[in-house]
Each structure stands twice: as structure tokens, then as C-alpha cells.
């Protein structure tokens, strides 16, 4: 995958934030749907808005990454904070499906990271 900064990215790194980011992205809408079923619905708010802004964007970076876009780098910078964010949201609630999200975005967070840096 060309990075836009003229070096390559290793196709098995690349492949493993791909499988990351669609993994985080379903397990964002698994907790968003299952925060919608919470009977403090408001109370899960913040949760919900992390789950939905997280989801979209992994879609979003696995989409530019499969398509070798040359932005692809730069997206998986915005990916990861996203992630993290979403991480540390989730992480705040006891509800397994929280916990569960919190890991899969840290694990996106951390593939993000390593895709954004390679070179």
C-alpha cells in the first residue's frame, strides 16, 4: 500500500489493521445498540455517541486501507484517537458490552497507531 510519503506498507500490518478496524466498528455497534436497551438510556449518552462516531470512522479508514488510498496514513491517525476516546468512554461502564468495545477500540487504537507510523 503506498503510504503518500513514498514508502510501503507491509501487506500482513495492513491486512491486520483493516480486520482491526472492522472488528472495533462491530463491536461499537453491538455496545450502541445494547446501550439503547440500558433503562438509563440517558446516563449511556456519551457511550453512544463514542459508539456511532468510532464505528463509522473504522469503516471509513478499512474502506481507504482496502482501497490503498494515499490518505490512508493520515486517517488511521484520526482512527486512533478516535478509538481511544471511544476506549476510555466505554471503559467508564461496567455493562460487558462496554467492556468488550473498550478492548476492541484499544486493540484498533494500537493497529491504527502502527499503520499511521509505518513507513
Known amino acids: 500500500m503506498p503510504t503518500g510519503r513514498g514508502g510501503?506498507?507491509?501487506?500482513?500490518?495492513f491486512q491486520e489493521c483493516?480486520?482491526?478496524?472492522?472488528?472495533?466498528a462491530a463491536a461499537c455497534d453491538r455496545c450502541a445498540a445494547a446501550?439503547?436497551?440500558e433503562e438509563?438510556?440517558?446516563m449511556m449518552?456519551?457511550?453512544?455517541?463514542?459508539?456511532?462516531?468510532?464505528s463509522q470512522l473504522c469503516r471509513l479508514a478499512a474502506?481507504?486501507?482496502?482501497?490503498?488510498?494515499?490518505?490512508?496514513?493520515?486517517?488511521?491517525?484520526l482512527c486512533a484517537e478516535v478509538c481511544a476516546a471511544c476506549a476510555q468512554e466505554c471503559g467508564q461502564h461496567d455493562a460487558q458490552h462496554c467492556k468488550e468495545c473498550a478492548a476492541a477500540c484499544r486493540r484498533c487504537a494500537?493497529?491504527?497507531?502502527?499503520?499511521a507510523g509505518a513507513a
Open 8 to 13: 510501503t506498507v507491509n501487506q500482513m500490518n
Open 18 to 24: 483493516i480486520d482491526a478496524c472492522e472488528a472495533c
Open 35 to 37: 446501550c439503547l436497551r
Open 40 to 42: 438509563d438510556v440517558k
Open 45 to 54: 449518552a456519551g457511550c453512544i455517541a463514542h459508539d456511532i462516531d468510532c
Open 63 to 77: 474502506g481507504f486501507m482496502a482501497r490503498s488510498s494515499p490518505f490512508a496514513r493520515e486517517l488511521c491517525r
Open 110 to 115: 494500537d493497529a491504527c497507531r502502527a499503520m
